[in-house]
């Protein structure tokens, strides 16, 4: 069975220190992890990777892939109180034409403190 | 662009009665799916849609959870009767190349 485990489950930190949170997963077929963000309300797409190596930037939030160690990190720098919310990493089970159902982890909670 | 709508946002309602919920996923997305997400959990996919055919449904309880989307493009999702167990939020996605876009969700609260 596919398993996507995060860590950490909960971090708490103060505006402007840097976090790294954890996605490691056991998959068959794998072909891409995606990263969301979940506040009040549903999750909102971050990122998708498929390649290793390469990393995937938008503002102050960056995430690579490690295909050989089978994991993947969301690193966001100068953190805001607006970034508190639940991290969410997923892999989809790839089949057919299409990309089936999202495994996710169980996310991670981060608090910034102002 | 529009995004993935559903309703209602919130629904209470008590054990054994029925709830309906909708979706209208991003125009011109083929798949849709439901998910449920518990509180403190990640969401987990109840059903799958390709245009109006089920592509999983392999975690759906399908002795009281029923889906359709029979014009392939709209959905929903129904709860006959609802347990206490069934309060989560209910998320509906549609994707496009891989990408999963999320609908608001719906909270259910059974008491």
């Known amino acids: 069975e596919d398993k996507v485990v995060q860590s950490p489950l909960s971090l708490v930190v103060h505006e402007g220190d840097t976090v790294t949170l954890n996605c490691s997963y056991e998959?068959?077929?794998?072909?891409?992890l995606l990263w969301y963000k979940q506040e009040k309300k549903a999750p909102t797409f971050l990122f998708m990777l498929t390649s290793s190596g390469i990393e995937k930037k938008s503002g102050r939030l960056s995430s690579i892939l490690d295909k050989k160690e089978l994991f993947s990190i969301l690193n966001i720098t100068a953190t805001q109180t607006g970034d508190s919310a639940v991290y969410l990493c997923?892999?989809?089970?790839?089949?057919?034409?299409?990309?089936?159902?999202?495994?996710f982890g169980q996310g991670t909670i981060l608090t910034v403190h102002p | 662009e529009a995004g993935v709508a559903q309703s209602p946002r919130y629904k209470i309602i008590e054990k054994r009665q029925s709830v309906a919920f909708w979706c209208n996923p991003i125009s011109g997305h083929a798949t849709l799916y439901w998910y449920q997400q518990i509180l403190g959990q990640g969401p987990k996919l109840l059903i799958q849609f390709q245009n109006n055919g089920v592509v999983d449904d392999s975690q759906l309880p399908k002795d009281r959870f029923s889906a359709e989307r029979l014009k392939g493009v709209d959905s929903t999702l129904k709860i006959q009767p609802a347990k206490l167990e069934d309060s989560a939020v209910y998320l509906c996605a549609s994707s496009f190349q891989g990408t999963q876009y999320f609908g608001p969700g719906t909270r259910l609260l059974v008491l």
């Open positions: 997923a892999v989809p089970l790839a089949g057919g034409t299409s990309y089936g159902k999202l495994t």
């Open positions: 998959v068959t077929n794998f072909r891409s």
